[in-house]
């Protein structure tokens, strides 16, 4: 398989940044899992606000095919997407916090000779978090939140593509609803486990005349690893999620619904009080029945987080 291979070396960058990340106080941030719209996201007890930013870059290898199997992508042809996504979050009361991820995507393709890129805007999501129990917890019992995020189509979909292979597209094209939960618990040790649980739910939209209904996404991730009074946090993890099948025109499509499982590894460091800087990579298993009808490949995103304390 021939690609090009700059991305290669940037993933391997990455890759090494999040294991220097890792060996580099605990970080203020928790882990943020996946893309599951920054669910896992959240501002420290001792602060009001926070702003971040993450550049992710994902290669494609492969694909999960209708029956499970991995097929490797064809020779010479490649799919490669960088996006850009800023992230700010605010503390509105003592339990809950409300905010919003704006993304930019820029895709690269080539598929059977045809090649092109494209790219804009992606869909905005506003999100908000309520405690239920605090992030530190209550003795035995692990701090729990409920989490929502709503995604506006702000993005191009791909109806509304005009490019051979798609790479203009750069949003889903419905608006979604995802409520969700996250339980987490930490030790005196340094150690720390995180759990996230979603179900996104996608309003209808329109394809040739025909009506298209998504099937509910469920999203679980967990994480576990180490912080350190030195600073720096790392976290090992799995994400799975499971999509069910669309219906247009009101049929079921058959052999259309789609899974993915992924290993997880973030790393951060806190240079002070006010920064963070976080890494993450997040690569597909590319086994067969671990996905169906999705593609498998890997991201490397680093990214930075700045935040005003409550006393600011």
């Not at 391997?12 to 996946?34: D, I, K």
């Not at 009001?48 to 494609?60: D, F, G, K, N, T």
């Not at 090992?236 to 619904?257: D, H, K, M, N």
């Not at 992924?262 to 006010?274: K, M, Q």
């Amino acid at each position: 398989m021939r690609t090009n291979p700059i991305p290669r070396r940037l993933q391997a960058v990455l890759a090494v940044g999040a294991l220097w990340l890792a060996w580099a106080r605990p970080a203020a941030a928790a882990p943020c899992c996946g893309e599951s719209h920054g669910l896992g996201d959240r501002l420290a007890a001792s602060e009001r606000a926070a702003l971040s930013s993450a550049l992710r870059l994902r290669e494609r290898f492969g694909a999960w095919g209708p029956d499970g199997a991995y097929v490797p992508i064809g020779d010479g042809d490649h799919d490669r997407e960088l996006r850009l996504d800023l992230s700010w979050l605010v503390r509105v009361g003592a339990a809950l916090q409300i905010g919003a991820s704006v993304p930019a995507i820029v895709t690269w393709r080539a598929v059977g000779g045809i090649s092109s890129s494209g790219g804009g805007l992606g869909d905005v999501t506003a999100l908000a978090r309520y405690d239920v129990v605090p992030p530190t917890g209550r003795g035995a019992i692990p701090g729990v939140a409920l989490t929502f995020a709503s995604t506006i189509p702000t993005g191009r979909a791909a109806a509304q593509s005009t490019d051979p292979t798609a790479a203009d597209v750069t949003g889903l094209g419905a608006g979604v609803l995802q409520p969700g939960i996250a339980v987490e618990k930490d030790w005196t040790s340094g150690w720390y486990a995180l759990a996230l649980a979603s179900i996104a739910l996608r309003t209808t939209s329109r394809l040739e005349g025909d009506e298209v209904a998504l099937g509910p996404r469920l999203t679980v991730a967990a994480l576990g690893g180490r912080t350190s009074t030195a600073g720096w946090s790392l976290g090992l993890g799995a994400v799975f999620e499971r999509e069910g099948a669309p219906s247009i025109a009101g049929e079921e499509t058959p052999r259309s619904a789609r899974q993915r499982t992924a290993a997880l590894l973030f790393g951060a460091y806190d240079l002070n009080p006010r920064w963070t800087l976080q890494a993450t990579v997040e690569g597909d298993l590319p086994n067969a029945h671990l996905g169906q009808n999705e593609i498998v490949g890997i991201a490397g995103s680093v990214g930075a987080r700045f935040a005003w304390g409550r006393g600011d």
